[in-house]
């Protein structure tokens, strides 16, 4: 396993960390805790010290407190977060804090984090001063590292990484995604600080590794190197000395294997530019395959039926180019409260879009390819 020192902190952590989001499931499509627990030890007994939670991830802080037990927690960092998404008073603060030891079965928590922040969550996270809340935590000597999860646009994510003296953060990059929310200047940004930066979404929702397009796949074929898809993003990503850590959630056997066999290879860290071309070259056709070039820019917003037309334009755009990815469709139905059906074709977006792109038109186009 190859390790990594997390920022400034005088911390060692796996570069590879557990994911324990999607835990293994028994053939009724239920949680298997056995299979769970499993799981979970054979990746710390492989050299895995991070395990990653949160309290919205369904049974998986209950499993984590259960497999880390017979010696295990010493082994480990937990990491953990505070979901913004469930604050409503003050009296949450407490209650879900301590729940959450509770459900884990320890008084302290090694990195915690603000979960999901994003422009609307921020405002509540402000609302709640929840920053003080948990510096006060961290004083206690209830949580270790103190730190964030981000989903929003880089002015957001420097304002946030400004306003505290935050030991770490989370953001989501892969070779697609350079440029996208925080992105490769917010990592550089974050490391300027000192911050550790913890990577999600390294191959994009598993859109990097499944239902490969033939246009994709035939660059894939005739590479000088021949790796798997998954090979190819963590490589570019584990060859950055500015990652400390990548988060992979992994929910069987075969792709804990096929993920400790990648990160215990010290050719992971190295990439040459020939190779960097080759994943540029990837990366642009599967652009090539996006039906609306949204560029995330937001001038399209406030849409008046509350449409959150750039993600969704996003996930429409990775159903058509990753050839009809379920984790697509499936966030497009769970995460977006509104949808493409939600249209009612005022066309007000469509002016303030400086791509020119017909909104109206793909809202349609949405709702028909994923039924709502
Ligand atoms: S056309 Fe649809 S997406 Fe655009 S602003 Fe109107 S309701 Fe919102
Ligand atoms: S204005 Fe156009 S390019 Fe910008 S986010 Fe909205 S749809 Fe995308």
């Known amino acids: 396993m190859l390790y990594r020192k997390m920022g400034k902190l005088d911390v060692e952590v796996s570069l590879l960390g557990f994911g324990a989001m999607r835990l293994p499931v028994d053939s009724e499509g239920n949680i298997d805790d056995a299979a ?53 008073s003050e009296e949450d603060k407490e209650s879900i804090f301590n729940k959450q030891l509770e459900r884990l079965g320890v008084e302290c928590i090694d990195f915690y984090l603000v979960h999901n922040v994003n422009k609307p969550l921020w405002k509540r996270a402000q609302k709640y001063d929840i920053i003080s809340f948990l510096d006060q935590k961290k004083k206690e000597g209830k949580i270790k590292y103190l730190g964030f999860s981000f989903h929003d646009d880089f002015d957001l994510f420097k304002e946030v990484v ?41 191959l994009k929702g ?56 990648i990160f215990s290879d010290p050719d992971t860290e190295v990439i040459t530019e020939a190779q960097e071309e080759l994943l540029e070259t990837v990366a642009e056709k599967y652009r090539s395959l996006i039906k609306y070039s949204c560029t995330g820019c937001g001038y399209c917003l ?71």
């Open 206 to 261: 598993g859109r990097l590794t499944q239902n490969i397009p033939p246009a994709v796949q035939e660059i894939w074929d005739n590479a000088e190197d021949q790796k798997t898809p998954a090979q190819w993003a963590f490589k570019w990503l584990v060859s950055n000395p500015k990652v400390s850590l990548i988060l992979s959630g992994m929910s069987n056997e075969e792709q804990l294997e096929a993920n400790l066999a």
């Open 302 to 372: 406030p849409c008046p039926q509350k449409i959150g037309i750039p993600t969704l334009l996003g996930y429409f755009n990775d159903w058509n180019a990753f050839d009809h990815p379920t984790s697509a469709k499936f966030e497009y139905t769970n995460w977006m409260p509104k949808h493409g059906s939600d249209c009612i074709e005022c066309h007000a977006c469509e002016d303030k879009c400086p791509q020119h792109l017909p909104i109206a038109q793909a809202m349609k186009e949405a709702a028909e390819a994923f039924g709502l």
């Open 36 to 88: 769970s627990i499993a799981l979970m030890r054979k990746a710390v007994d492989s050299g895995i010290n991070y395990i990653d939670t949160a309290f919205l991830y369904p049974k998986s802080e209950k499993l984590i407190g259960k497999a880390l037990q017979d010696g295990y927690r010493e082994k480990v960092y937990i990491a953990d977060k505070f979901p913004l998404a469930t604050l409503r």
């Open 162 to 202: 400004d306003i505290y003296d935050w030991d770490f953060c989370q953001i989501q990059l892969n070779y697609m995604d350079k440029n996208l929310q925080a992105g490769v200047k917010g990592l550089d940004y974050a490391t300027d600080k000192g911050m550790g930066v913890i990577i999600m979404e390294p």
